[in-house]
């Protein structure tokens, strides 16, 4: 089973910057989709940002397109998450995330069932 280890959250002003890190290991298949969804206290999970092993292709949420870029440093199979221009309603707990999935399965929309795994979560505080 793959273990996903987020790191990089914190608390950070209205307009800051951070990047989460996901370091991903003992994944068992070679298709898959990768990302980033959140929760954010009192609400529902939210499929942030995707990208798919196949081609590389990318997906955002409608709420942070053009503020978060995901990447990827395949040597490191390290999967990372820019988060530019933060509001405060950015605040939650972002987990990585992967699956045996397309990622118009994984964004906006995400469920539980279909994710192989995810990590533990790491808390994004932004302050107005």
């Known amino acids: 089973e793959a273990q996903l280890v987020e790191s990089g959250g914190g608390l950070v002003q209205a307009g800051g910057s951070l990047r989460l890190s996901c370091a991903a290991s003992?994944?068992?298949?070679?298709?898959?989709?990768i990302g980033w969804f959140r929760q954010a206290p009192g609400k529902g999970r939210e499929g942030v940002s995707c990208?798919?092993?196949?081609?590389?292709?990318?997906y955002y949420a409608r709420s942070v397109k053009g503020r978060f870029t995901i990447s990827s440093d395949n040597a490191r199979s390290t999967v990372y998450l820019q988060m530019n221009s933060l509001k405060p309603e950015d605040t939650a707990v972002y987990y990585c995330?992967?699956?045996?999935?397309?990622?118009?399965?994984?964004?906006?929309?995400?469920?539980?069932?279909?994710?192989?795994?995810w990590g533990q979560g790491t808390p994004v505080t932004v302050s107005s």
């Open positions: 995330a992967i699956g045996r999935l397309e990622c118009p399965t994984f964004v906006p929309s995400v469920t539980l069932g279909p994710l192989h795994a």
């Open positions: 003992g994944v068992p298949f070679d298709d898959y989709a």
């Open positions: 990208m798919h092993s196949r081609d590389g292709s990318t």
